[in-house]
């Protein structure tokens, strides 16, 4: 298992059968949302440096760490197995970039909505997804290993910005709570939200396939 420190800028490697920490592997950065690739490495973008860094798991070193100018204050990151395709969701262009996870190079950049925080990539429909504070989640087609198509903004709730996708069903699941009051955000910025104690509750998306 690993663990990843933002204020430690490093990723803990943990053996589950012992309980212990195995090995500290430093990544220059905080790391903000890691995927493996299902072939020994772990993916994590390095939300303050603008960087997605390879961990070799078997390792547990950094065998690659690639500057991504274009995704400024990356947040969400998943990934395509089959086709070693990254999916980075860029909260400072409002942007998610896609990424050759062989090579590092960019290889698209497409619309999201406002202050995203995470990511998600369903194999069978050939979607991404971006979950946004703004209330919205963006969705991207996937067209082929190098044609992406932005399919515009699914209309959610404000504050929901983290999500999580099962595999078997393409279910998204999101979280945010009761808006007790909204602040307008900078410029170009989600607005920022006091949340109702005790309200926090799950919403549950069917996209179609």
Known sequence: MFAFGGNAHAASAI???TDTVVATVPLGGSPEEAVPDGDG???VNISDRARIARIDARTNTVTAMWNVPTCPDIHGLAIDERTHRLFASCKGNVRMVVVDSNSGKVLAQLPIGLGTDGAAFD???HLAFSSNKDGTLSVIEKDGPDRFTGLGNVETAPGAKNMA???KTGRV???TAKILSERKGKP???PDFRFVPGTVH???LDPAR
């Open 15 to 17: 053996d589950p059968a």
């Open 41 to 43: 490495n772990v993916f």
């Open 123 to 125: 194999p069978a429909s």
């Open 165 to 167: 996708i099962d595999p």
């Open 173 to 175: 699941f999101l979280v």
């Open 188 to 190: 170009g910025n989600a």
């Open 202 to 204: 799950a919403l549950i």
